[in-house]
């Protein structure tokens, strides 16, 4: 058999865990209570039934559907990466196969950490509800978020992908935040007021929204496969360093909204998110009824993560 080596430093590599990307709450409650063997058992008894969409499913399905439109090229390759045992992954492979998702590869740790796989395929986002996995892969520079309950209901946006993002700590680095939160509103306005001009240092999340904006390129908003919102609690004069960031990465965001306080939850309601990506629990858990939602973590070493309100 000729074996063909493939290149994936082109493509955006998003891995993702069983459960985030189908609803296997079910399962997850008979391993906690029950454990391992149990879980197995259910598994394999139920190998050929189909799971139904996770909390990640539209987000994969969506992303997995621009990669038609670049030829030849996979801009989007994903991957299923689990703490599952291989025996028990073939439900997955079925359940992928099932929904006509693109999906080939996949990482069957059985049991062991994550992380050390996912820098092994050059992983730029990883999405789990495993927090311990979560915040293992953001300790070794792995992007990643924790991925809340699937919301009930949830009706995405049509065939156009919406994407929301929060800036400090998200798409920016947590330099400002942490001004914000060690000497207060007042010390963060001026230092963002007199740093205005100067671009904002990326944070983990800046490769993903720089590879989405690429899609933007060249194309009249209401055409573009992608709309990209930033969701904020700065407001003026915070508002242009943003502003002034995004023109010097060359992104297009196509809304934002500075909030200045003002609670997120109504604006991603009426925005309507395939996701919706922050690094503040405050934020999320009331968007997360209506809106897919997922906490960027703070590094283990960072001053923000023994503050994660």
Not at 120 to 130: E, G, R
Not at 133 to 160: K, N, T
């Amino acid at each position: 058999m000729r074996v063909v080596v493939l290149d994936l430093s082109q493509s955006l590599v998003i891995g993702i865990s069983s459960r985030a990307l189908f609803d296997l709450e079910e399962e997850n409650r008979i391993f906690e209570e029950q454990g391992l063997e149990a879980y197995s058992r259910y598994q394999r008894e139920h190998e050929d039934e189909v799971l139904a969409p996770g909390t990640a499913f539209h987000l994969v399905k969506g992303l997995l559907q621009l990669n038609r439109r670049q030829g030849s090229r996979r801009l989007i390759e994903v991957i299923v990466a689990s703490r599952n045992s291989p025996d028990t992954g073939l439900r997955v492979f079925n359940s992928l196969h099932a929904h006509r998702l693109d999906i080939t590869r996949a990482t069957f740790a059985g049991g062991e950490a994550m992380a050390p796989y996912l820098q092994a395929f050059n992983v730029d986002l990883f999405l789990s509800q495993f927090e311990s996995d979560v915040q293992a892969a953001a300790d070794a520079g792995v992007p990643a978020a924790l991925v809340y309950a699937r919301p009930e209901g949830f009706d995405p946006h049509g065939d156009q992908i919406r994407i929301a993002f929060d800036a400090d700590a998200v798409v920016f680095s947590e330099d400002s935040e942490r001004i914000y939160r060690e000497q207060g509103l007042e010390a963060f306005a001026e230092h963002e007021r007199a740093h205005a001009k100067e671009p904002l240092p990326e944070g983990p999340f800046a490769r993903f929204l720089k590879t989405l904006a690429l899609l933007q390129q060249n194309l009249p908003p209401d055409e573009a496969p992608v709309r990209i919102a930033i969701v904020t609690a700065r407001n003026s004069p915070a508002h242009e360093r943003v502003i002034r960031t995004l023109r010097a990465w060359d992104v297009r965001v196509d809304s934002a909204f500075f909030l200045g306080g003002l609670p997120k939850e109504p604006v991603l309601r009426a925005f309507r998110p395939h996701i919706f990506f922050d690094d503040q629990d405050k934020h999320l858990a009331a968007a997360a009824r209506h809106v897919p939602a997922a906490r960027v973590p703070y590094r283990s070493d960072s001053p923000l993560s023994a503050d994660k309100g």
